[in-house]
């Protein structure tokens, strides 16, 4: 599964959620809390392979889901660009976070990141 796909198909689910939400006149922060981890693990677990086993993608004791993918990761399938013989697929528009290479592919590594994660940055992009 390519990585386009998947987003494709993640924005199909995060916009039946909204629109589910939206529906039964959730307000905008029920929406933020209804993305918290804990409740998607038990309301929609179909969201994240990882809810099948109660996985953070994140370490963090507080995870929104509401930005899983992140607005500021950059990625071409093609690849970003060549740099020192090396082909960069992906990158954060912010600077955060590292890269990792596998066979002259530079990756961006979220791991440690977790701004699209927290409460106040969904409260600040959430309409």
Known sequence: M???FWLKEHEKKHN???TKLQEQNYTKEQIIDYFVFENMVETEPNFCL???????CHNVEYLN???CACPHFIFKEEGLYEKDG???FSECSLGHGG???????IHQDCTDCTIPHNKSYV????Q
């Open 2 to 4: 390519t990585y386009t």
């Open 16 to 18: 039946n959620i909204l």
């Open 50 to 56: 990882l809810y099948a086993e109660k996985k953070k």
């Open 65 to 67: 889901c509401f930005h």
């Open 86 to 88: 090396f082909t960069i």
């Open 99 to 105: 890269q990792f290479t596998h066979e002259k592919k």
């Open 123 to 126: 409260k600040k992009t959430v």
